[in-house]
């Protein structure tokens, strides 16, 4: 199985950056794809990027421009590095593994943004 651990949310000033992390545990990291989602309180669980085995990187029209992820296998690690931040990017953060009929989340990081 694989295990997901979500790291680096905390508070930050509209206009700032902060870079999450989602280590992951299992060899099969680098054939799987990584989503990043977040939930905001009363709204649903939505996809905000996501980054395949292959690279292949995807994004939501409300971070686009914004925010970056990207993988290094070799640390079994996802990144998602987020600039100008906005108080509509307040949400918990959780990162998701997909591979074949596996689908493994982390427990989230909570990111609050100040206006």
């Known amino acids: 199985q694989v295990q997901l651990v979500e790291s680096g949310g905390g508070l930050v000033q509209t206009g700032g950056s902060l870079r999450l992390s989602c280590a992951a545990s299992?060899?099969?990291?680098?054939?799987?794809?990584i989503g990043w989602y977040r939930q905001a309180p009363g709204k649903r669980r939505d996809l905000v990027a996501s980054i395949s085995s292959g690279g292949t990187t995807t994004y939501a029209d409300s971070v686009k421009g914004r925010f970056t992820i990207s993988r290094d296998n070799a640390k079994n690690t996802v990144y998602l590095q987020m600039s100008s931040l906005k108080p509509e990017d307040t949400a918990v953060y959780y990162c998701?593994?997909?591979?074949?009929?596996?689908?493994?989340w982390g427990q989230g990081t909570q990111v609050t943004v100040s206006t």
């Open positions: 299992g060899s099969t990291f680098s054939f799987g794809a």
């Open positions: 998701n593994y997909h591979f074949a009929w596996t689908n493994y």
